[in-house]
């Protein structure tokens, strides 16, 4: 126990002078980074899929307009540095609920569905997201029923 206490004290990283420390949950930037990764797989960060990440943020994060947009370009940043998923994945298999993490997927299927198109990579991506955090095919294929519907709807 003391050990990974000693570890988690040990791997907070402090501000080098003159930088901010970081305003956002590990769990938060995981999130936002994912669902950036995902705006991204059809090759394009068209209009549509930022507005839908602006969204989510502000809705599901109850975070103000500039923290969204900060937390975004954080998480554009993160996102650009990383060569795996592995990193964000495990953040969220580690520190979100089931449904929590349910939920994350059905964002997912929102930035997918933004522009209107899903492409096969997004497909793959959210397949591949869900598996890592332990969301069922079952309720990955119902998220995407959810969204699909609402989009629908809303067209």
Known sequence: MTNRIKAF????????????AARF???????????VEAAHMDGTLGISERDTIYGLLTEKFALKTEEADDLFN???????????????????????????????IEMLW??????????????NLIRRIAGL??????????AKKRVRERFEAGQ
């Open 133 to 142: 955090i332990y969301v069922s095919d079952r309720d990955r294929g119902d």
């Open 9 to 20: 004290f040990k791997n907070l990283k402090k501000p080098e002078p003159g930088q901010k």
């Open 74 to 104: 954080e998480a554009l940043a993160k996102q650009g540095e990383a060569t795996h998923l592995m990193r964000f994945t495990r953040t969220i298999k580690d520190h979100y609920s089931e449904g929590e993490r349910v939920e994350l």
């Open 25 to 35: 949950s590990d769990k938060d930037l995981a999130a936002a980074a994912l669902l």
């Open 110 to 123: 929102q930035v997918a569905f933004a522009d209107g198109v899903i492409h096969d990579y997004e497909d």
